[in-house]
């Protein structure tokens, strides 16, 4: 039979689990710092004023790699895409609840992948930089 552990090793994990979930909300409470510094309309205006800030920003190292870049955005493009819907069949196979649920929490955030991609591969082929709800809201960039 096991033994049950003292009571202060338990208070000692549960401090340990403490730590770990602050520091967890404090990387969280970082980035998302950071991330809303760089939507700021300022840089939103220096992004849609230069092109190759746009390329600095996301980090391709000249005009000439566009087309390496978005070929490696359409291969993401398709297996953000073909994620969902071989699970889609497998779920209508099973025909359970819980493949359905599965299949929910799989689908949303490669559906949110596959709008990230295509405006980021709109963006490198039209060389001009529109802001992700701009080209949503514009038809994904049809009446753009």
């Known amino acids: 039979m096991k033994k049950p552990k003292p009571i202060s090793a338990i208070m000692d994990d549960a401090k340990k689990s403490r730590s770990h979930f602050r520091s967890l909300k404090d990387n969280f409470c970082s980035r998302l710092a950071a991330f809303r510094k760089d939507r700021e309309k300022e840089n939103q205006h220096e992004l849609e004023a230069d092109f190759n800030n746009v390329l600095?920003?996301?980090?391709?190292?000249?005009?000439?790699?566009?087309?390496?870049?978005?070929?490696?955005?359409?291969?993401?493009?398709?297996?953000?895409?073909a994620l969902p819907l071989m699970y889609g069949i497998i779920a209508l196979f099973l025909r359970t609840f819980n493949s359905l649920i599965v299949f929910g929490?799989?689908?949303?955030?490669?559906?949110?992948?596959?709008?990230a991609t295509a405006w980021?591969?709109?963006?490198?082929?039209?060389?001009r930089f529109v802001p992700f709800t701009r080209w949503l809201f514009g038809g994904c960039g049809i009446w753009l």
């Open 56 to 81: 600095q920003r996301w980090g391709i190292a000249s005009p000439e790699n566009l087309g390496e870049v978005v070929i490696c955005l359409y291969a993401r493009l398709a297996i953000l895409a």
């Open 105 to 115: 929490l799989l689908a949303v955030p490669c559906l949110f992948g596959v709008l």
């Open 120 to 127: 980021r591969i709109w963006v490198l082929k039209n060389t």
